[in-house]
């Protein structure tokens, strides 16, 4: 499949038939001077398969073309600096470890749609202190006692949280509140809210055109997406933010698997941003 993100995949079979119609360039193998000059490069690999691969993504990060490393750690996450230590690589600060292959495809899914600075990979809570890790693989680190919502709250409560699948927010059900990205950023620095709000509405906007674009490409009104009403639709064209569970069924109106739906979205917000 020809890649359409500019995107390189290199993972392992198993994972090479989950991404297939991604738009990213999915393969796996890589040499040395190719990884030099692969720009745009993801890893996703099993720990106990870093040794095989330790050279290519030591000369990937050398040129700085590495845009993550994200490790697959079945059990015992305590032990991957040693599965590090055994491949002969430090920890990375795109390094990212994860036992749920759920939480990696939000990470490829962001930087697929461009969305990576706005939507969640991770988030744990430690203490006071929410940790909350982007899918552009940076890490914000918020007191949970500066957020009115969760201030009062206790930490049974806290630490019974979900991240959504499409990472769009943190949701704790018992406290009925939903945190993303942005409102975590403007609680540590309130100057931003502007400035945030301006991007989100650009690259939404981006989004529902495309979305609209591509609904009028197969003839399909805003009545005939089945689960979504025409009014919800209306809206995510102009503008609105939808949920990963409305693509699911807008892609299933479109006769397209969710990858590649998106795949095609991408593909338009480039044309269009051009």
Request: include cysteine; hydrophobic fraction near 45%.
């Amino acid at each position: 499949m020809a890649t359409t993100t500019g995107i390189s995949l290199l993972t392992d079979r198993e994972n090479q038939k989950r991404f297939k119609d991604s738009g990213m360039r999915v393969i796996d193998h890589l040499s040395v001077e190719e990884a030099k000059t692969t720009k745009k490069l993801f890893v996703l690999c099993k720990s106990l398969a870093l040794p095989q691969i330790a050279d290519v993504i030591t000369a990937a990060n050398g040129a700085k073309h590495l845009l993550g490393l994200l490790v697959e750690q079945d059990r015992d996450l305590g032990w991957i600096t040693i599965m590090l230590d055994r491949a002969n690589l430090r920890m990375l600060r795109n390094t990212f470890v994860h036992d749920d292959m759920q939480v990696f495809e939000r990470v490829l899914n962001a930087w697929r749609i461009g969305a990576q600075g706005e939507l969640i990979a991770d988030a744990t809570i430690q203490g006071t202190l929410l940790f909350v890790r982007s899918a552009s693989l940076d890490t914000l680190e918020v007191d949970v006692r500066s957020l009115k919502a969760l201030k009062a709250a206790a930490h049974e409560d806290l630490v019974a949280f979900e991240v959504a699948r499409d990472g769009s927010h943190i949701h704790w059900p018992s406290l009925d509140v939903h945190l993303d990205l942005e409102s975590l950023r403007v609680a540590l620095d309130p100057q931003l809210q502007t400035k945030f709000k301006a991007e989100r509405l650009k690259h939404d906007e981006l989004l529902g055109q495309a979305i609209k674009w591509l609904r009028g490409e197969l003839g399909l009104s805003q009545s005939e997406i089945e689960g979504v009403s025409a009014r919800q639709v209306r809206r995510i064209e102009q503008g609105a933010q939808p949920r990963s569970e409305t693509l699911e069924l807008m892609a299933h109106a479109h006769g397209l698997t969710l990858n590649a739906y998106l795949n095609k979205l991408s593909q338009r917000i480039a044309a269009i941003a051009r």
